[in-house]
């Protein structure tokens, strides 16, 4: 087997999420968030696990950059919890909670290591859940202001921002299917507040490049699905289309075209009656591109003409293959396409992926090391594809895995693990993965 090298200035990285780690949920003047009470809702949550602890990485943030770094890890992407910082989603400033991002980057700029900063990884404050969260137009407004505040205590040493992390998710999974926070199932509702996460992302993006800043980049996070007909049947390769728009054009094509696809905009005026857009809105859209496009990639999906979705009316198909403890099919073949496809559409925009990684049922620790044989060949089998995208001309020039540690899966609570490094709950002592032990050859080689 050949080697493969990447480019010289490639990023390795690793990702994780404020709910799903830091735990700490009442301490230093933290709010409630969405997440904390859909999480502590009967029902909602595998085992009715919550986020109060997590990995306490709140407390153990030291402990847990002291892993980075002997990673090899060159840059770290968290998200900031908003609670933590506008208890009430607007208003006054918590100094305790922007004290420990501020204790957090220093710490990692100390060890050698990047922060990447996402400001909206889906613990919305519940404050303004209350005034109608995403829905209420506003909304917008206080993400621009809180981005603001942070970009001015945080921007001098933070390069790379991110607005918001998978929108389609905010948006579908949280107002549509029900099955995220807040919990609702409106398709219209969903479609709204999709709108009104776009709008918010240009807000944050106009605020930032407004405070001037020359050396830092603000781009958007997306979960991306390639999408294949099940046929090549005229209905099928429709349906593909239409799907496509649902989950990929419909995020994709205001962040970097400046509007909505016109296709999806008319089904959605007539089937929904929705999004209702106000003047002026798709001016601050088209005015504030991202920067940078951030790819979240786990799974493809291919789909036929159906009625499992009542209104998209389509099915999808599980091809045969291999699948992951969360049922995804292991395909790194789609993230090739999926690259190549952004490349050709959407003008070879700066690419970094900012998640990928897999669950698999972990055995447990045998002389001080978990065995994650899928893992390692899973990350193996992606890292592949993406340097033969490389290669061919795609700008990736950075690679974040999910995740550093096991976490609070959502709705799946701690029963999935995605972790580079094991997380044993009761104890909260770290352990390695083989997959972690890989990683860090494949980062002092740039390579394998």
């Given at each position: 087997?050949?080697?493969?090298i990447?480019?010289?200035?490639f990023?390795?990285?690793?990702?994780?999420?404020?709910?799903?780690?830091?735990?700490a949920?009442?301490e230093?003047?933290?709010?409630?968030?969405i997440?904390?009470?859909?999480?502590?809702?009967?029902g909602?949550?595998t085992?009715?696990?919550?986020g109060?602890v997590?990995?306490?990485?709140y407390?153990?943030?030291?402990?847990?950059?002291?892993?980075?770094?002997?990673?090899?890890?060159?840059?770290?992407?968290?998200?900031?919890?908003w609670?933590?910082?506008?208890?009430?989603?607007?208003?006054?400033?918590?100094q305790?909670?922007i004290?420990?991002?501020?204790?957090?980057?220093?710490?990692?700029?100390?060890?050698g290591?990047?922060?990447?900063v996402?400001?909206?990884?889906?613990?919305?404050?519940?404050?303004?859940q209350?005034?109608?969260?995403?829905?209420?137009?506003?909304?917008?407004?206080?993400?621009?202001?809180?981005?603001?505040?942070?970009?001015?205590v945080?921007?001098?040493r933070?390069?790379?921002?991110?607005t918001?992390?998978?929108?389609w998710?905010?948006?579908?999974?949280?107002?549509?299917?029900?099955?995220?926070?807040?919990?609702?199932?409106?398709f219209?509702?969903?479609?709204?507040?999709?709108?009104?996460?776009?709008?918010?992302?240009?807000?944050a993006?106009?605020?930032?490049?407004?405070?001037?800043?020359?050396?830092?980049k603000?781009?958007?996070?997306?979960?991306?699905?390639?999408?294949?007909?099940?046929?090549?049947?005229f209905e099928?390769?429709?349906?593909?289309?239409?799907?496509?728009?649902?989950?990929?054009r419909?995020?994709?094509?205001?962040?970097?075209?400046?509007?909505?696809p016109?296709?999806?905009?008319?089904f959605?005026?007539?089937k929904l009656?929705?999004?209702?857009?106000?003047?002026g809105?798709?001016?601050?859209?088209?005015?504030?591109?991202?920067?940078?496009?951030g790819?979240?990639?786990?799974?493809?999906?291919?789909?036929?003409?159906?009625?499992?979705?009542?209104?998209?009316?389509f099915?999808?198909?599980?091809?045969?293959g291999?699948?992951?403890?969360?049922?995804?099919?292991?395909?790194?073949?789609?993230?090739?396409?999926?690259?190549m496809?952004?490349?050709?559409?959407y003008?070879?925009?700066?690419?970094?992926?900012?998640?990928?990684g897999?669950?698999f049922?972990?055995?447990?620790?045998?002389?001080?090391?978990?065995?994650?044989?899928?893992?390692?060949?899973?990350?193996?089998?992606?890292f592949?594809?993406?340097?033969?995208?490389?290669?061919?001309?795609v700008?990736?020039q950075?690679?974040?895995?999910?995740?550093?540690?096991?976490?609070?899966?959502w709705?799946?609570?701690?029963?999935?693990?995605?972790?580079?490094?094991y997380?044993?709950?009761?104890?909260?002592?770290?352990?390695?993965?083989?997959?972690?032990?890989?990683?860090?050859?494949v980062?002092?080689?740039?390579?394998?």
């Amino acid at each position: 087997m050949s080697l493969i090298i990447f480019p010289k200035d490639f990023i390795w990285g690793s990702a994780t999420a404020s709910y799903q780690i830091e735990g700490a949920v009442n301490e230093d003047g933290r709010g409630e968030s969405i997440w904390d009470r859909f999480s502590h809702t009967p029902g909602k949550v595998t085992n009715g696990d919550t986020g109060d602890v997590a990995c306490d990485h709140y407390h153990r943030y030291k402990q847990d950059i002291k892993i980075m770094k002997e990673i090899g890890l060159q840059s770290y992407r968290f998200s900031i919890a908003w609670p933590r910082i506008f208890p009430e989603g607007k208003g006054k400033m918590n100094q305790k909670g922007i004290d420990f991002y501020d204790r957090l980057i220093n710490e990692l700029l100390e060890n050698g290591i990047d922060p990447a900063v996402t400001l909206y990884h889906w613990d919305l404050p519940q404050a303004l859940q209350d005034s109608g969260g995403w829905s209420n137009h506003d909304t917008a407004d206080y993400f621009a202001e809180y981005a603001e505040s942070i970009f001015k205590v945080l921007g001098d040493r933070v390069n790379k921002w991110i607005t918001h992390n998978e929108p389609w998710c905010v948006a579908f999974a949280g107002h549509r299917q029900g099955r995220h926070a807040p919990g609702f199932t409106d398709f219209s509702l969903a479609v709204q507040v999709s709108h009104h996460l776009m709008l918010s992302h240009a807000k944050a993006v106009q605020a930032y490049k407004a405070l001037n800043s020359k050396t830092g980049k603000i781009g958007i996070t997306l979960n991306l699905y390639p999408i294949y007909p099940a046929s090549d049947s005229f209905e099928d390769t429709e349906t593909a289309m239409l799907v496509d728009g649902y989950h990929n054009r419909w995020f994709l094509d205001p962040a970097f075209k400046g509007q909505y696809p016109q296709d999806m905009l008319n089904f959605y005026k007539e089937k929904l009656n929705s999004p209702v857009i106000q003047p002026g809105d798709m001016e601050i859209i088209a005015a504030n591109p991202a920067e940078f496009l951030g790819i979240n990639y786990y799974f493809r999906k291919v789909v036929r003409k159906g009625n499992i979705d009542p209104v998209l009316l389509f099915d999808e198909v599980k091809p045969e293959g291999q699948y992951t403890e969360m049922n995804w099919e292991v395909y790194p073949q789609g993230l090739y396409d999926l690259l190549m496809r952004i490349k050709k559409d959407y003008n070879n925009p700066l690419i970094y992926i900012t998640e990928n990684g897999a669950a698999f049922k972990d055995s447990k620790p045998i002389n001080g090391i978990v065995e994650d044989q899928d893992r390692l060949n899973f990350l193996k089998q992606h890292f592949e594809t993406t340097a033969k995208a490389v290669k061919e001309g795609v700008n990736v020039q950075g690679y974040y895995v999910w995740s550093l540690m096991d976490n609070f899966e959502w709705a799946h609570g701690y029963t999935k693990r995605f972790g580079l490094i094991y997380i044993d709950y009761e104890t909260q002592e770290r352990i390695w993965k083989r997959s972690a032990l890989w990683y860090k050859d494949v980062i002092k080689n740039n390579g394998f």
